[in-house]
């Protein structure tokens, strides 16, 4: 039997037809997603790598607990697959494989059948992987996959199945995302973008992960809360509604002063959806990276071009004490006058900023964190901490402000500035000249990434 397999093989591998990643239909909806892939054409895929297959029509693979499905006609907000095998280096042609879905299971065949059913790397999920000649597999090659059982994965309406002959639905394009300095600090899974998923509606999220794409950002989308549809005890337990009865009571007694709760269903969904998205950073695998990418649907870069150096240059300053950092904020200075900051230190085109201030009539600095909550990385030792803000009886930025920043230093420094919990926890990474950017609004924005002002 295993030379019957070996066989096979070998002849669908000297088959290979010239084939070009440009015959591969790309779907009208996808736009120029395909893009994101370009930086990293070439380079070799090593164990280990989120990788993304796109079939023969143009779909690409997103496999579920039911079977792997081929019905995506766009990769991006996707998670992708890890490709990995018995021990670690770069995938090589003839090389023995496991693919690991999103949901911790591997992709098994058997009979026939292409699924995701189990957390095990047995002989069912075992394959082998080829291309036309040898060597590393490299990102944007056509591969074969060949089961352990001989029978090899084919493309075919809307699944993967296995299957004895050699049509030209066997065809797969392997590709790797170019992950850029931010992912080194949270990993390939690490950025995660709240992002509202309706039906029949364009994703507003797609501008901005094009835009993100080119600083070599790749967050994967979770689904908002949605005001209209969640239920309303969801988003009463996460910020009451000022207009409900009792709200305004229940705050007091909860000791937020001048926090009669929540202004609007909207208000409550994002607080509800910061919440989700904490839970899911505190849920990942504990073999991940401690920190999370935390990103609103409309946060664009301000710099792309050379955001990658600059990153990395920021974050190795990045005091150890530091577990939250935050990409973008907001300042109102309409309310309080000149917003200064002080950097703790500045590298290339950004620059670290820890303690930031207003001064009032008599000349006193009082500290100061700003609102907005558009983009920020979190360490997982604080996301309890987080957490305990909640139920929240304001807006979710504002919660964040009264419940921890604004709350008691725990490390008793002194000072104006020590005498705080966002000065123990908390660092800003801004632009070195520090540049301001209006909404329209009465608020400026400052940070790294920041909202799209078209859709805000």
């Not at 002959?165 to 300095?181: E, V």
């Not at 409550?268 to 649907?297: F, Y």
Request: with cysteine; proline share 3%; glycine share 10%.
């Amino acid at each position: 039997a295993g030379s019957l397999r070996a066989l096979l093989a070998a002849l669908l591998v000297n088959s290979f037809p010239a084939l070009h990643v440009s015959s591969i239909r790309e779907s009208s909806e996808s736009g120029d997603s395909n893009d994101h892939f370009r930086r990293s054409s070439g380079q070799p895929i090593q164990s280990g790598d989120r990788i993304f297959l796109q079939g023969h029509a143009g779909q690409y693979l997103l496999a579920d607990a039911n079977g792997v499905l081929a019905d995506l006609a766009d990769h991006r907000g996707q998670l992708g697959i890890t490709i990995m095998k018995d021990e670690p280096g770069s995938i090589v042609s003839g090389d023995s494989i496991f693919l690991q879905t999103p949901s911790g299971n591997f992709v098994d065949v058997e009979e026939g059948q292409v699924r995701a059913r189990w957390n095990d790397r047995g002989q069912f999920q075992r394959m082998t992987i080829f291309k036309q000649g040898s060597g590393p597999i490299l990102s944007e090659d056509t591969i074969l996959l060949q089961a352990s059982n001989g029978v090899v994965l084919h493309h075919e309406g809307k699944r993967l199945v296995g299957k004895g002959d050699s049509d030209d639905t066997w065809r797969l394009i392997i590709r790797r995302l170019p992950y850029g300095s931010l992912h080194s600090v949270v990993g390939a899974d690490g950025a995660v973008m709240i992002a509202l998923q309706r039906e029949g509606s364009e994703r507003r999220s797609l501008r901005a992960m094009d835009a993100l794409a080119a600083a070599g950002i790749f967050p994967w989308e979770m689904a908002a809360t949605e005001a209209a549809r969640a239920p309303s005890a969801q988003l009463k337990l996460t910020c009451p509604l000022e207009s409900d009865e009792g709200s305004a009571g229940w705050c007091a007694d909860m000791g937020r002063e001048s926090q009669p709760g929540c202004q609007s269903q909207i208000e409550q969904a994002v607080a509800d959806s910061h919440r989700r998205a904490l839970l899911a950073a505190l849920k990942r695998d504990q073999s991940a990276s401690p920190w999370t990418a935390i990103l609103e649907e409309d946060v664009l870069p301000v710099l792309a071009d050379g955001f990658d150096d600059a990153f990395a240059k920021a974050w190795s300053k990045v005091p150890a004490e530091a577990k939250l950092v935050r990409l973008g904020w907001c300042t109102f200075e309409s309310d309080l006058g000149q917003i200064d900051d002080e950097a703790l230190d500045e590298n290339g085109s950004f620059k670290l900023v820890r303690k930031r201030w207003w001064t009032d009539g008599e000349g006193s600095k009082h500290y100061y964190t700003g609102g907005c909550s558009s983009a920020y990385i979190v360490h997982r030792s604080l996301i309890s901490e987080m957490l305990k803000i909640f139920p929240c009886c304001c807006a979710f930025d504002c919660c964040l402000e009264s419940q921890l920043f604004y709350a008691p230093s725990k490390l008793g420094e002194s000072g104006e500035f020590g005498r705080w919990r966002g000065h123990d926890i908390m660092i800003d990474i801004d632009l070195r000249s520090g540049g301001h950017f209006g909404s329209g609004s009465d608020f400026n924005q400052s940070g790294i990434l920041i909202q799209d002002n078209r859709i805000l």
